[in-house]
């Protein structure tokens, strides 16, 4: 798995709680992505990082905040969860024009 | 903006047989990159084959090679002898390969093909 972990593994929440959730990577590289995946829409990006403190919105950003305060770390923060966001959450990470590999995803339920 | 297209939902082949996935794209950039990721149901996203195209040599991987036809923008995926492991969403991605969105995986919605005995 590339040394990627992604934490918690699954996650239930209710609409309007705010929810983190966690990559960590031991391959020190540069770039770090969070996706979603749902059914029909395969996988969008959400925001990325190219480096400490470096990030930049994706494809479906709208909702989602991220920080990378080390280059170990992503986190992705919904401020106030909805229904919508219900998704398979998968981070990735690379080195430039390097294949991106991913962690085994979070499962995210709001109900 | 990069778009990729997947046009077969879903496919099956009997194990042993040959199968080819289908992916075109359309970008207006000369220097990206091509890949097969593999899903199986464990959910897990796996690389399966990868396919610069500055290079005209199809990229060949075991039992899966790449149709690289770059002007007809097409990215196909020959998986020969299938086997029951392979059974699983295959999705194709683009990537440019400089600038400041480098990186950034363009999918396809996936192919799920199902390999039986």
């Known amino acids: 798995d590339a040394g990627i972990t992604q934490s918690p593994r699954h996650k239930v929440t209710e609409t309007g709680t705010p929810v983190t959730l966690r990559c960590h990577q031991t391959e020190n590289h540069r770039y770090m992505y969070w996706y979603r995946q749902d059914p029909g829409h395969g996988l969008r990006l959400i925001h990325y990082?190219?480096?400490?403190?470096?990030?930049d919105k994706g494809e479906v950003s709208d909702g989602y905040s991220v920080s990378r305060s080390k280059t170990e770390d992503f986190l992705l923060t919904l401020e106030s969860a909805t229904s919508s966001q219900t998704s398979v959450y998968f981070c990735?990470?690379?080195?430039?024009?390097?294949?991106?590999?991913f962690g085994n995803g979070t499962r995210l339920t709001v109900t | 903006a990069q778009t990729v297209t997947q046009s077969q939902p879903e496919m099956s082949v009997q194990e042993a047989e040959t199968v080819t996935l289908s992916c075109t794209y359309d970008t207006s950039e000369s220097n990206y990159y091509l890949f097969w990721y593999k899903q199986p149901p464990s959910r897990q996203m796996i690389l399966v084959i990868r396919q610069e195209a500055y290079k005209q040599q199809n990229a060949t991987e075991n039992r899966f090679s790449v149709n690289f036809q770059k002007a007809a923008k097409s990215f196909s995926l020959k998986i020969s002898d299938s086997q029951l492991g392979d059974t699983a969403m295959y999705f194709c991605a683009f990537m440019k390969s400089y600038g400041g969105s480098q990186g950034n995986l363009i999918f396809g919605k996936g192919t799920k093909l199902s390999v039986k005995p």
């Open positions: 990082s190219y480096g400490v403190k470096d990030t």
């Open positions: 990735a990470i690379s080195e430039p024009s390097s294949p991106l590999h």
